[in-house]
């Protein structure tokens, strides 16, 4: 970093703010040696009965959820079509949006759900589920199904994981690449990320695994894309499918039923609220100064699943069924449905000790310092910590 950068961010970063980052950095980082414990100790010490999914359990949560998608949709129908006063329309369609995405947002977890096999006992069903919940979200179920079985199974690990994997110092080209040269320039780039993340991730592979060797970008919708085992081909392909019989559906209902504004008000603007939370929820779990990366020379499996960051989202933990509080239990144990996760994460603390992380800090303000901060790694090394400040 040159001397103009260290002096320019020092400038731009209020003394405060560098004083409590240096305060958070100091003694909360994630412990990189061998953990005394085992998978299977983490194992015993949760109940039976938490590792058994139930398919009307599981069937129960999934219609409440689509009670609360069908609830504001309908209102939100109803205001679309009476005659209300401007400032009623003002008021009432930034909290649709927000609610609409928060409720969509849990459907796409029990999705997510499905594509784990933890929906239930089934996996024929779960992958049906998982299509249909999926592709109405615009998600290509399998594929992303695919590539994130192969993030929980090298999470953190440079050279393997394929979701949030850091930038390096040499992939950043400019200096405002390392820190950014002022608040706006943060700003925008939060919006940015917020915005079109989960799509640039979909279909230019942006924050996922570097593939050097393979000449263009890959994504998500191409068969042949480097994420994907010859095995994978028709899954991706069907993926593909129906994500085109929704486009037609939507297109149908567009031009002959309803409008394009009643399309972009009830459905797109509400689908971008679920991206964003989805930027927003694994962003905060996987990226953050205290978590390390690894080599394949310093990466396990264990360590790299206890990289991974809890936090508290108040009632929002209970709405998007514990994803957001409980996200260590789930890498250790995915295919634990998401109803017992809670009881699981009590009851494997004592034995995680300093290996369990949490963060109390308020969303929007994690949010903020992990964009701000967390920017790069080096090119090399045993063991990756993100740089933040000038003095690194």
């Known amino acids: 970093m040159t001397d103009s950068t260290r002096k320019r961010t020092k400038e731009n970063l209020p003394t405060e703010e560098l004083s409590n980052l240096h305060k958070d950095f100091a003694g909360a980082r994630i412990p990189t040696e061998n953990p005394p414990f085992t998978l299977k100790d983490l194992k015993d010490a949760v109940p039976p009965h938490c590792f058994q999914s139930s398919l009307l359990t599981s069937t129960l949560y999934l219609l409440l959820d689509f009670a609360g998608v069908i609830f504001l949709y309908a209102l939100a ?122 799509p640039a991730y979909l279909f230019f592979n942006a924050r996922g695994r570097p593939y050097a060797e393979y000449r263009m970008r890959p994504n998500h919708f191409n068969p042949y894309a480097p994420i994907f085992s010859t095995k994978d081909f028709w899954e991706v392909v069907l993926s593909d499918l129906a994500l085109l019989v929704w486009i037609g559906i939507l297109y149908y209902v567009t031009a002959y039923v309803y409008s394009l504004s009643w399309l972009v008000c009830l459905y797109v603007i509400p689908l971008l609220f679920v991206n964003m939370w989805l930027v927003i929820v694994t962003y905060l779990q996987h990226s953050d100064i205290k978590v390390p990366h690894y080599s394949d020379e310093e990466w396990t499996w264990l360590k790299g699943a206890l990289c991974t960051v809890d936090r508290d989202y108040g009632i929002l933990n209970y709405v998007f069924h514990h994803l957001t509080d409980c996200h260590v239990a789930h890498h250790l144990f995915s295919y634990m449905p998401h109803y017992h996760i809670a009881e699981a994460t009590e009851a494997i603390k004592p034995v995680l000790g300093k290996f369990y992380t949490y963060d109390d800090t308020p969303i929007w303000k994690a949010l903020w310092n992990t964009d701000s901060y967390c920017r790069f790694v080096e090119d090399s090394g045993k063991i990756l910590w993100y740089k933040f400040l000038p003095e690194q």
């Open 77 to 198: 129908f109803w205001v679309f079509n009476a005659s209300c006063p401007i400032y009623v329309h003002a008021i009432f369609w930034p909290a649709y949006w927000i609610c609409q995405g928060c409720a969509g947002f849990a459907v796409w977890i029990i999705a997510h759900e499905c594509g784990h096999y933890s929906f239930c006992a089934n996996k024929r069903i779960c992958d049906i589920i998982g299509l249909v919940l999926h592709t109405a979200l615009f998600v290509p179920y399998h594929s992303w199904r695919i590539s994130h079985s192969k993030h929980h199974r090298n999470t953190n690990r440079m050279i393997g994981d394929h979701a949030f994997v850091p930038n390096t110092r040499s992939l950043l080209k400019s200096e405002n690449d390392l820190e950014f040269p002022n608040i706006f320039f943060r700003f925008l780039h939060l919006v940015k990320y917020l915005s079109i993340g989960w």
